[in-house]
T-cell receptor, first 114, second 112 residues
Framework: QKEVEQNSGPLSVPEGAIASLNCTYS??????FFWYRQYSGKSPELIMS????GDKEDGRFTAQLNKASQYVSLLIRDSQPSDSATYLC??????????????FGTGTRLTIIP | DAGVIQSPRHEVTEMGQEVTLRCKPI?????LFWYRQTMMRGLELLIY????????DSGMPEDRFSAKMPNASFSTLKIQPSEPRDSAVYFC??????????FGSGTRLTVV
């Protein structure tokens, strides 16, 4: 079982619709969760972080966390062609002080169709 | 701030040659990470440093890979000798702990 799992896609969503990206993780001790966006040929860019159960909203983005189900999701409302990218889920384990390692999923490729 | 700076952006080398990748983290960040990204395996952590000290190098593939951080503003990742299977994009990232990372632009390495 992979530590962080994502559906590789591609996920195609019409412009203006809601894109829903999902991620599951295996370590119940994980405490910090992040979503990165990566455009083709570019580096990953942090777009959302979430640390407690529930929803966190930032503009058109909403991150959702359910620790009991070991599930993290990212919703993108009013999807735009510029949202077309690969979205990476990353998880930080609860470890001793000083361990800052993030484990990444392999990413979901999202395409917004005009 | 100029962000995390990596050099070179692209490197093409012949099998068996030594390759050195360089990274300058964001000033004030005390964590530095080296990742490798391939289509097959995604982003893999190679090694990370805290306050210039290597904390976890369990992701370093083999003895051909080595990394150093002689001071807070500079790190290198060296591959000697290089092999075609080392071809990938190598990212450096830094953080101040507790938050997400900021990635550099990456070095695309091709070993022929």
């Amino acid at each position: 079982q992979k530590e962080v799992e994502q559906n590789s896609g591609p996920l195609s969503v019409p412009e203006g619709a809601i894109a829903s990206l999902n991620c599951t993780y295996s370590d119940r001790g994980s405490q910090s969760f992040f979503w990165y966006r990566q455009y083709s040929g570019k580096s990953p860019e942090l777009i959302m972080s979430i640390y407690s159960n529930g929803d966190k909203e930032d503009g058109r983005f909403t991150a959702q966390l359910n620790k009991a189900s070991q599930y993290v999701s990212l919703l993108i409302r009013d999807s735009q062609p510029s949202d077309s990218a690969t979205y990476l889920c990353a998880v930080r384990r609860a470890t001793n002080f000083g361990n800052e390692k993030l484990t990444f999923g392999t990413g979901t490729r999202l395409t917004i169709i005009p | 701030d100029a962000g995390v700076i990596q050099s070179p952006r692209h490197e093409v080398t012949e099998m068996g040659q030594e390759v050195t990748l360089r990274c300058k983290p964001i000033s004030g960040h005390d964590y530095l990470f080296w990742y490798r990204q391939t289509m097959m395996r995604g982003l893999e952590l190679l090694i990370y440093f805290n306050n210039n000290v290597p904390i976890d190098d369990s992701g370093m593939p083999e003895d051909r890979f080595s990394a150093k951080m002689p001071n807070a503003s500079f790190s290198t990742l060296k591959i000697q000798p290089s092999e075609p299977r080392d071809s990938a994009v190598y990212f450096c990232a830094s953080s101040s702990g507790g938050f997400g990372y900021t990635f550099g632009s990456g070095t695309r390495l091709t070993v022929v």
